[in-house]
């Protein structure tokens, strides 16, 4: 049993990695279906060991991360690619980033001028 590789609960693991804020998040989304373990869904208790693959889905982007190593504890965020992987697509960010910027700029026919703050967060979105 002394030379099996650490492992770590899914919920705590996500949370230790930073890929959600609170641990009940990250409980949460396992119930929900949103995270899965080499192809199956995963309970919160699933223990995760190095050279798996998780698949987290947050908003519209699926995340696919590698298990590199349980961390004792949360680690900051200079230290989570030894703890993982991502081997996300980048084609995922960018069609969240595309969907974001068609929300933003999706108005209701008739519903008049951009107010200000339209404008600002219109300025900001663009570099002006």
Not at 77 to 96: G, I, K, R
Request: with cysteine; hydrophobic share 40%; proline share 9%.
């Amino acid at each position: 049993m002394a030379d099996s590789p650490p492992a770590a609960r899914i919920d705590k693991w996500l949370w230790a990695v930073r890929v959600f804020r609170t641990r009940s998040l990250a409980t949460d989304a396992c119930r929900a279906g949103s995270v899965t373990v080499n192809g199956q869904p995963a309970k919160p208790a699933r223990d995760v060991r190095p050279g798996e693959r998780v698949v987290v889905r947050l908003g519209l982007i699926h995340r696919t991360l590698e298990v590199r190593g349980v961390p004792p504890a949360r680690v900051g965020a200079a230290l989570v690619p030894v703890y993982c992987a991502d081997h996300t697509p980048p084609a995922e960010y960018e069609q969240a980033r595309a969907q974001r910027v068609q929300q933003l700029l999706a108005r209701a026919k008739g519903s008049g001028r951009p107010t200000k703050r339209d404008r600002r967060r219109l300025d900001r979105l663009f570099g002006g």
